[in-house]
């Protein structure tokens, strides 16, 4: 079974209703990597489960807009040097440092949102600025106040130091935009709960009576907000980073709160494991400048293979996206599961995974990741030429089957793997020739006859590639010198398969001694 199931099975299992929902969301502080999008992709494969079991079910994606700016990310830094002066401003209502949208939220929502679609992910984005601001928080924002002491103590139940003297009395679990510098560094200093108002000072001079039923421009602190929104918006599942998946992590506190101040029985929580980049430049971070998005692995990656990578991986453990040669391995596991899919040939579970892969309006072609960079690079990804090579190696493909993938094994090859580049020498190199052993020239001779005077097909050229060496011991030493006489590397593509796909025309003469 898998494990989108077994989590669908467990929701339906503690309530049996018509319509589910599964939640997820994030801070829009700065490009939302691929690490994010883990959450995201995990409720969705659940949302699907839930449809597989014939239930409705939706994904409810809510912007945190009406978080504070933190700090600056790095692309942010890269554009504009002023923006510091909006640290501590909700997110909703700072400017957009690119210039293109309403604001800097907005800019990376749309951003991912159009990855999302490029997913075929459907979801129902909530924008929570809107939600604050509307009022519909307020009477649970109210119900936070007057039980702020017992939150106190939830909190201080999941953490290790002794709570401060007049440290609970003090504690508000909300924070209060100011209106005169639109920044949360306000202080609460005393709260009437018969008229559930609140005096705040500013840190920058601004002092003010805050009224909860009709003053809208405050926000819950996380571990709470979590919590109210559950409850509001009717969340049965939620996953999240294992860093909230601690006994004392946010879930562990939150499903507390939703239960003694809201009275809702907190969602089935998954946790998951951190993506890997290998072969990259680091952890990814939105704030760092080491950060890989959905839109840049769509230069590497067709979104269904990056989608494969997520459904056949259970939640709590790691993968990587990778920049090296590994992903060549990682689209020949993708293209035989799809294969063995279509053949009727495979388990249940492989079924299942390219299901969660399949994006719909697109169909696949499992057109060899290696060959493509490989042959590419010599004929220059010539799409004619690429067709021809193709087909003489048996493999029938047409430019419309590789037309995707080869711009993808293209800039891989180029960005990525530049030592891998494969280029025919423009004349015979005399020299290295001249310095082998008599034996090593002898075989380069009989390889050369076998290709001028022989009728081959690909079977009998493989054959007689690994029978010209008399001497087994030297097969490995073979290969490489004929690498190095063709492509000067010690090392390329398979060998019978590139000497039968190029033209002997192009590269005859790089063999004769």
């Known amino acids: ?105 907005a800019h990376f929502e749309k951003e991912f949102e159009q990855a999302l679609a490029a997913f075929g992910i459907e979801a129902d984005f909530r924008c929570q600025s809107k939600e604050y601001k509307s009022g519909r928080y307020a009477p649970h924002i109210i119900t936070a106040m007057h039980m702020r002491r017992e939150i106190f103590d939830i909190l201080d139940s999941f953490r290790t130091q002794e709570a401060q003297p007049g440290e ?13 510098c639109k920044k949360d560094t306000t202080t609460i200093t005393e709260y009437d709960e018969a008229s559930e108002t609140a005096k705040y000072t500013c840190d920058c001079g601004h002092t003010g009576t805050y009224d909860f039923k009709q003053d809208h421009h405050c926000k819950l602190s996380w571990k709470t907000d979590w919590a109210m929104r559950w409850m509001m918006e009717g969340v049965d599942c939620e996953p999240a980073g294992k860093d909230h998946s601690s006994p004392t992590g946010s879930y562990a506190t939150s499903k507390v709160i939703a239960q003694q101040v809201y009275g809702f029985p907190p969602p089935v929580y998954q946790g998951f494991e951190f993506i890997g980049i290998k072969g990259g430049a680091g952890k990814m971070s939105s704030s760092s400048g080491l950060l890989v998005t959905p839109e840049a692995l769509f230069k590497l990656y067709q979104p269904e293979v990056i989608l494969w990578l997520y459904a056949k991986t259970d939640p709590m453990k790691a993968f990587n996206f990778c920049f090296d040669d590994e992903i060549l391995r990682q689209y020949f596991e993708f293209d035989k599961m799809l294969t063995q899919v279509k053949a009727g040939q495979a388990n249940e579970l492989t079924q299942e995974i390219i299901a969660y892969s399949t994006i719909p309006g697109r169909e696949v072609k499992p057109v060899p990741m290696a060959q493509l960079v490989s042959f590419g690079s010599i004929v220059e990804f010539d799409p004619a030429m690429l067709e021809t090579i193709f087909d003489k190696i048996g493999t029938p493909f047409a430019k419309a089957d590789f037309a995707e993938r080869v711009g993808l094994a293209k800039y891989w090859l180029y960005q990525c793997s530049p030592e891998s580049i494969y280029i025919l020498r423009a004349e015979p190199d005399t020299a290295y020739f001249n310095a082998l052993p008599e034996e090593e020239q002898a075989d380069l001779r009989l390889l050369h006859k076998f290709l001028t005077e022989e009728s081959y097909d690909l079977d009998a050229l493989q054959t007689k590639l690994y029978a010209i060496p008399a001497d087994k011991q030297r097969q490995a030493g073979f290969f490489k010198n004929v690498y190095r006489l063709l492509i000067g590397a010690d090392r390329g593509p398979r060998l019978y398969l590139f000497l039968f796909a190029l033209e002997r025309e192009s590269y005859i003469g790089l063999l004769e001694f």
């Open 1 to 105: 079974m898998h494990w989108a199931q077994r989590i669908a099975d467990e929701i339906i299992a503690r309530e049996d209703k018509r319509e589910y929902v599964c939640a997820t969301g994030i801070s829009p502080s700065g490009s939302v990597h691929i690490g994010n999008f883990r959450d995201t992709v995990t409720a969705w494969f659940v949302c699907l489960a839930l449809r597989g079991r014939g239930k409705q079910a939706r994904l409810l994606y809510s912007w945190d807009d009406y978080d504070r700016l933190r700090k600056i990310p790095a692309n942010v830094a890269a554009v504009r040097d002023d923006f510091e002066q909006y640290i501590g401003m909700p997110l909703a209502e700072i400017p957009d440092p690119f210039g293109c949208c309403e604001s800097y939220c």
């Open 168 to 180: 609970r009395e003090a504690y508000y679990p909300v924070s209060v935009y100011c209106p005169a």
